[in-house]
């Protein structure tokens, strides 16, 4: 049923509500929205500006200030302001300890695969709320610039982004009120923005150059008869405009004698140290000199210093160009267009190396930190039905695949594949009488997939009993136009069925998202306190199992003594998972996964030395 509002702002009747295009970004947030003159535009409430830092800081009331008024915070109270926060969105704390330096705010340190939580005031709080409250900002802002409420939008997220990610930043929208009705990845927005492939006769191949604050992403799109194709992607998710304001922040520690870690202690001055850092980098953009004070440390800067200081982070992003365009198959001469993207590309030392890498001037007259939004309103007027002349394609940025005998990642969805898109392969059972088949589902490039990311697992249930070998199993993967997996496995001669769809392990169904609205936040540490005994459980529950199967299975392969210590390992791990201790739990799984590990090597070795037909699932 079509809704009819009125908008109060201009007057005029609106047969559908406005959807929005939101750049959520690492470092600055912004909407834009399909103006009445059909352009797109974007939103500056009450002269606030238009980009919003995605800065939150919790008062003492632990309320969230979100913003500018945030961003103040930085220095006077850096452990409850929170930045970055797309950083940890979707992440684990194993995915992110190893960059946890650049955080200034407390990261619940659990060297683990659980969804990482924020400390700040005396809450905890998940990735997923700290976006929400950003996004609350936005739809807030947007609501009253027009004057209208706000319901829908399309968000976008860099083209590296997971299937956890994608899946949390939908659930930050959902607990910010928004129905998100598209994830879109940023440079496929870009180039809408650009207006390249709105005319169908139009064929282009472009690079888009995206440098922002925290990440750095080039893709090489395909643009013909109104279609984006992303051929390739390539990048660094922890490469960005902050490197710079670091860098300089480093040098101007070591010109003033000052001993790094010394300072490292006083938050307040590294953080103002870091603000001072960043307004050079920006004064460096149009003029050849700064020079400021902070208390007696000396924040002198020229520009030909600063190029120095940046030139190897420079030059990786230009690396990164290379590799993209190898797997496109493709070389420069080849790229039609280079579209520049992200507040770090006005550095004019950063253009001129991406116009001397492709050989040509890159596109930048649209203001590379608005460009992302802009398309982002373009892509949900598309949706809106308005364009229904365009189709958008990406690619998956990493492969997807299932847990096969010894640990073994089998892919089923290659890296860089276009979605949508359908695969599917044929299994069989390793016992004799098997009447439930476990399936894992992973994501990453691996053989091993202990190595690799653990999206989601379920049991086929009700085989009926064959002997090892003679059931069929088809298990399709279908990802759609989102990014969001679907897994269906069936038995063939039975007929036997069960299909999920992936809400990857760190995403969060519907119901979580409610409950957490709901939940008292009071409960947060010893909800996850449990969370995670009830993770370790079962992860070294599976580990028995898997443990115990394999020694049965690979007995060929280990001498006596070998499968003697491991059973004494895997005996420790059960003894252990009955004291309902996590960190037992945990260090006891751990005991048994390093112990065993070169065995799952040598195995993999033998497996692979031994072309297998019609794999196993144990
Ligand atoms: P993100 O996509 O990560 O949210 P943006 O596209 O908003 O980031 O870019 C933010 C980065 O751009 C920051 O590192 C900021 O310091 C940098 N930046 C903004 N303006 C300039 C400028 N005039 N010169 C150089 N860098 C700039
Ligand atoms: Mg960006």
């Known amino acids: 049923m079509a809704k009819i509002s009125i908008n109060l702002a201009t007057g005029s009747f609106q047969k559908e509500e ?300 230009i690396t990164a160009c290379k590799n993209a365009l190898k797997d496109a198959d493709l070389s420069v001469s080849d790229i039609d267009e280079v579209i520049l993207v992200g507040g770090s590309t006005r550095t004019p030392y950063v253009k001129q190396a991406v116009e001397n890498f492709f050989g040509k001037k890159p596109q930048d007259n649209i203001n590379p930190d608005e460009v992302v939004a802009l398309g982002a309103a373009i892509q949900a007027d598309v949706l809106a039905g308005n364009r229904s002349d365009i189709l958008l394609l990406d690619v998956t940025p990493l492969s997807l695949g299932i847990e096969t005998m010894g640990g073994l990642m089998d892919v089923i969805i290659a890296r860089n594949s276009k979605v949508p898109t359908k695969a599917g392969r044929q299994y069989t059972t390793s016992i004799d009488g098997q009447v439930n088949m476990k399936i894992s589902v992973y994501q990453g490039e691996r053989d091993l997939v202990r190595e690799n990311r653990k999206l989601a697992e379920f049991d086929l249930k009700g085989i009926p009993a064959m002997p090892a070998g003679l059931p069929k199993v088809d298990i399709n993967f279908l990802l759609n136009a989102d990014g969001i997996l679907t897994v269906q496995a069936i038995e063939l001669r039975s007929g036997v069925k069960q299909e999920i769809e992936i809400t990857p392990s760190y995403g969060l169904s519907d119901d979580t998202v409610e409950k957490m609205l709901l939940d008292s936040i009071e409960h947060a540490k010893s909800d996850v306190e449990q969370r995670m005994l009830i993770e370790a459980r079962s992860e070294g529950e599976q580990l028995v199992y898997t443990a115990e199967g394999f020694i049965k299975k690979h007995a060929e392969h280990l001498t006596e003594a070998e499968i003697a210590e491991t059973v004494s390992y895997i005996e420790a791990l059960k003894t252990a998972l009955a004291t309902h201790e996590k960190d037992t739990i945990l260090k006891k799984a751990d005991d048994l996964n390093e112990f065993t590990r070169p065995f799952a090597e040598r195995v993999m070795d033998a497996a692979i030395s031994t072309a297998m037909k019609g794999k196993k699932i144990e």
């Open 18 to 317: 406005i959807i929005v295009g939101i750049d959520l970004g690492t470092t600055n947030s912004l909407v834009a929205f399909i103006n009445p003159d059909k352009n797109p535009q974007v939103i500056n409430d009450a002269g606030k500006g238009i980009l919003i830092p995605s800065v939150v800081y919790f008062n003492g009331q632990n309320e969230a200030v979100v913003g500018n008024e945030a961003k103040e915070y930085l220095t006077t109270d850096p452990s409850n302001t929170i930045f970055s926060v797309k950083r940890l969105l979707g992440r684990s704390y194993k995915d992110v300890a190893e960059h946890k330096d650049i955080f200034s705010y407390k990261i619940i340190d659990d060297d683990s695969d659980a969804l990482v939580k924020i400390h700040a005031g005396d809450r905890f709080y998940t990735p997923i709320e700290l976006s929400g409250e950003i996004l609350k900002e936005l739809k807030a802002r947007a609501e009253h610039a027009l004057k209208t409420p706000v319901n829908r939008a399309v968000i976008t997220v860099p083209a590296y982004f997971n299937d956890s990610q994608r899946q949390a930043t939908r659930d930050a929208g959902k607990l910010a009120g928004l129905d998100v009705m598209r994830i879109v990845n940023e440079p496929t927005a870009a180039s809408l923005a650009y207006g390249i492939g709105l005319d169908p006769s139009q064929q282009k191949t472009i690079a888009v150059y995206d440098l922002g604050g925290g990440t750095f992403d080039v893709s090489i799109l395909q643009i013909q008869n109104g279609i984006f194709e992303v051929l390739a992607t390539n990048g660094n998710t922890y490469l960005g405009g902050d490197d710079f304001d670091r860098a300089i922040l480093n040098y101007w520690l070591e010109k003033n004698n000052l001993d790094v870690a010394e300072v490292a202690q006083n938050n307040i001055l590294m953080q103002t140290l870091r603000l001072q850092a960043e307004a050079a980098k920006k004064a460096l953009s149009t003029q050849n000199l700064y020079n400021e004070q902070v208390g007696d440390i000396w924040c002198t800067l020229d520009k030909q210093t600063f190029e120095a200081l940046i030139s190897s982070k420079v030059e990786e992003t």
